[in-house]
């Protein structure tokens, strides 16, 4: 179990870049030379400030002569301004948060200048947070030495620890000292992904509190989460539509148009708008079918539904580690009664704490009710829990009630966007393979 998590702080904790750029082109244009790109100047960033203010001067000319009043002068004016363009990571300050809440200690092994670190850490308010820092100056050597860090591992007084950075610099410190590493891809690295082997990669820090500081209670969806059961239910439609005389017929592509409204009568309904015949039939009678269809659904779901790859094993892990688990959706009790039956053989209840669903929850995602209903139910925080969806509604509906959200597209929303989830995967199986110690 992780006792203590230490950051790198440039390109991981900060995005210093900007101002560093400033601070050496400034540098450089006393020595009369032009600017150089944000680029350039943040592929020299790394190996502290000194180092990147000689491979500056380098890159524009300058002597080497030169270095020492180059070095000085871009220490200088980055002490001036080391945030005024600087911004934190999205996520840092809830990572932060979190590891703080849980117990785990934090530590900070930079090879930027104490003074400066200090200030960056200060001027962003996250400073209280840190047990240990260790500096650029803190000792004679810098990383990827091994030494900063085990000096910032023997401060904090823990030996369960991960190093967290962006570099080849971060990772050979950790490979250096040991220690497991945690690779931030969206900070100043200039290698490539295959370049970090046998460590943990992430490109958000949302992903690395879901892996640190794990959620105690897992929200499923179930229609394309749990299992691939829209097709079995767009058969059921037709199979009920066939048994009303209706002679309706939906393709696979009217049925992926339609999912885009949650609710089984509602898609009736928008189906009866969309051909023109939004009065066809009464409230009472869309009731009468959707009721046949889910009575045909129970049938197929019988011998049709299979669970998706890693369900089983995801739940089964959470019921052996305690992990509390409840059904998010807005399809009906029956249906869920159905599938629990198929793949458990028992009731809902023998698996999860709590069943939310159309009866309980009579608001369709993307509206957050069915969430915030589970989570006033289980006595939990948004910041406790994490909802497992398969599309645009349900992860809307999800992020409405606060909560960090995996989404594992459906064959029916593979199109749809799921840029806000906290991250997109192929199936549980590659969720367990991220963020639990369970494969």
């Not at 019921?319 to 599938?339: E, H, K, P």
Request: glycine letters at 6%; a negative charge.
């Amino acid at each position: 179990m992780i006792k203590a998590v230490i950051f790198d702080l440039d390109g991981t904790l900060i995005d210093s870049a900007p101002d560093i750029h400033a601070a050496a082109n400034r540098m450089l244009a006393d020595f009369g030379k032009p600017p150089l790109d944000l680029p350039t100047i943040t592929s020299f960033i790394g190996n502290g400030l000194p180092k990147l203010a000689e491979r500056a001067a380098t890159a524009a000319g300058l002597s080497k002569d030169d270095f020492a009043q180059a070095i000085a002068k871009t220490g200088i004016y980055y002490g001036e301004n080391p945030t005024t363009l600087t911004q934190t990571y999205a996520g840092i300050l809830p990572l932060l948060s979190a590891l703080r809440d849980r117990g785990i200690k934090i530590g900070l092994c930079t090879n930027k200048p104490y003074d400066p670190a200090i200030a960056c850490l200060n001027d962003f308010d996250i400073l209280p947070f840190f047990d240990a820092v260790v500096a650029g100056d803190t000792l004679d050597v810098k990383k990827p030495d091994a030494a900063p860090l085990l000096k910032t591992i023997e401060m904090l007084g823990e030996t369960e620890v991960v190093y967290v950075g962006d570099s080849a610099v971060d990772y050979d410190t950790a490979k250096n000292a040991n220690v497991p590493f945690a690779f931030f891809t969206g900070g100043y690295r200039t290698q490539p992904d295959e370049f970090f082997q046998e460590c943990w990669h992430f490109d958000h820090f949302d992903q690395l509190r879901l892996r640190l500081v794990p959620p105690r209670a897992y929200l499923f969806d179930v229609d394309g989460t749990l299992a691939e059961t829209e097709e079995v239910h767009r058969n059921a439609f037709n199979a009920a539509f066939d048994r009303a005389g209706l002679g309706w017929q939906w393709s696979r592509d009217e049925y992926r148009d339609l999912l885009k409204t949650s609710g089984g009568k509602e898609r009736i309904k928008k189906h009866a708008t969309n051909i023109g015949s939004p009065d066809v039939l009464s409230d009472e009678q869309i009731k009468d079918l959707h009721h046949s269809k889910n009575e045909i659904y129970r049938d197929l779901a019988n011998s049709a539904l299979t669970p998706r790859d890693g369900v089983m094993a995801l739940i089964e892990w959470a019921r052996r580690t305690g992990v509390t688990l409840a059904i998010c959706t807005t399809t009906s009790r029956s249906n869920i009664d159905a599938f629990v039956k198929r793949f458990w053989n028992c009731a809902p209840e023998d698996i999860f704490a709590g069943i939310y669903c159309a009866e309980t929850a009579p608001q369709k995602k993307p509206d957050p009710q069915v969430y915030c209903q589970a989570l006033d139910d289980l006595g939990l925080s948004a910041q406790d829990a994490l909802a497992f969806e398969d599309s645009h509604n349900g992860l809307t509906a999800a992020r409405r009630a606060g909560l960090d959200v995996i989404v594992t597209p459906a064959i029916y929303n593979s199109h749809e966007d799921h840029g806000d989830a906290t991250d997109c995967l192929t199936d549980l199986t590659q969720f367990m393979r991220k963020y639990c110690d369970a494969t």
